[in-house]
């Protein structure tokens, strides 16, 4: 007899979060990310006017993107942290990586202009004025910046949220890109090396459009059900087989959405057991499995050893 065992939808009412207080945390950096964005746009667009620094205008750009991709990333944790539908049986999780990859179209056309004003300065290159305003600025963008990365870090400890992991990934690239700013205003109004600054604006343009090819690869990764990477189903594997009355495992599948994972394979039990045990066998499994991964729902198929079956041959 084969049978089939799920878990109680308890575990998809959540979400997979980390309870109401992760998800309550998830708000409030993506909120504090947006706030932090929009002051950050406003000091530079000031800095920049009085500067003409076409590297500061690289950054005043970044904060754009910042501003966009928080923003979407709002929208995302909210329709994200919906529970589980008539609709949507499987959450709403994938509104993060649908999200990331409008914001990774988004930051290439932004990089491509970026580029443009670059190439038009290396051409035609301009004295950087008030250079101590542009300094004032980036240290100030650096100090508010690293604030707002600490306050992520213990949000995505608390949740383990991937989107506010990722926009703090992102603004932990600021600050280096800030410190670069610092930099080109240095060469340019002090050592005069006028070509500096477009400079370092096309590195850093070319570091938004790398940054954007990694966000789309890994939210394409997303949408197409991609498996998890081999070390974690490894894992699985040895969690579910180290549990003395389990005979085999076949035909696991695995897949992401948002910060949830699914999880679901066949175990192979002696095939005298009553179905009783059967069950009691699979709910310690599945236990097993969701202590190693908190936002997983692990479906488990229970089959008797040896019987034979069409399975797919995937590992």
Do not use: C
């Not at 709403?92 to 649908?98: R, S």
């Not at 890994?218 to 180290?242: F, G, H, N, P, Y």
């Amino acid at each position: 007899m084969s049978i089939t065992h799920e878990p109680p939808t308890e575990a998809a009412g959540q979400n997979g979060h980390a309870g109401v207080a992760g998800g309550t945390l998830m708000r409030a950096a993506a909120i504090a990310s947006v706030s932090v964005a929009a002051i950050l746009i406003a000091t530079k667009l000031v800095a920049w006017m009085m500067t003409d620094s076409v590297s500061l205008l690289s950054t005043l750009i970044d904060s754009f993107l910042d501003a966009a991709a928080s923003l979407v990333n709002l929208l995302a944790v909210h329709h994200a942290l919906q529970p589980a539908d008539r609709e949507h049986r499987f959450g709403h999780g994938k509104a993060e990586p649908l999200a990331s990859l409008a914001q990774a179209a988004f930051i290439f056309g932004s990089a491509a202009f970026l580029l443009i004003e670059a190439g038009q300065r290396l051409a035609q290159p301009r004295v950087v004025m008030n250079g101590e305003i542009g300094y004032a600025v980036m240290v100030f963008s650096i100090v508010l910046t690293i604030g707002l990365v600490v306050f992520q870090r213990y949000v995505v400890k608390k949740s383990g949220s991937i989107a506010i992991s990722a926009d703090s990934l992102h603004y932990k690239t600021d600050v280096l890109i800030n410190l670069g700013v610092m930099v080109s205003l240095f060469m340019s109004t002090y050592l005069g090396w006028r070509y500096a600054d477009p400079i370092v604006a096309t590195l850093i343009a070319l570091y938004i459009v790398k940054g954007a090819w990694e966000i789309g690869k890994t939210s394409l990764a997303i949408l197409m059900d991609q498996e998890l990477d081999d070390a974690e189903r490894q894992k699985i594997r040895d969690i579910v087989m180290a549990h003395e009355e389990v005979k085999g495992l076949h035909d696991l599948r695995t897949r992401s959405s948002g910060i949830n994972v699914f999880i679901q394979f066949h175990l192979e039990l002696d095939g005298n057991m009553k179905l009783k045990d059967a069950h009691e066998i699979s709910e310690q499994v599945e236990f097993e499995v969701m202590e190693a991964f908190p936002n997983a729902e692990v479906i488990i198929h229970e089959d008797p050893e040896g019987v034979e079956e069409a399975r797919m041959t995937f590992r």
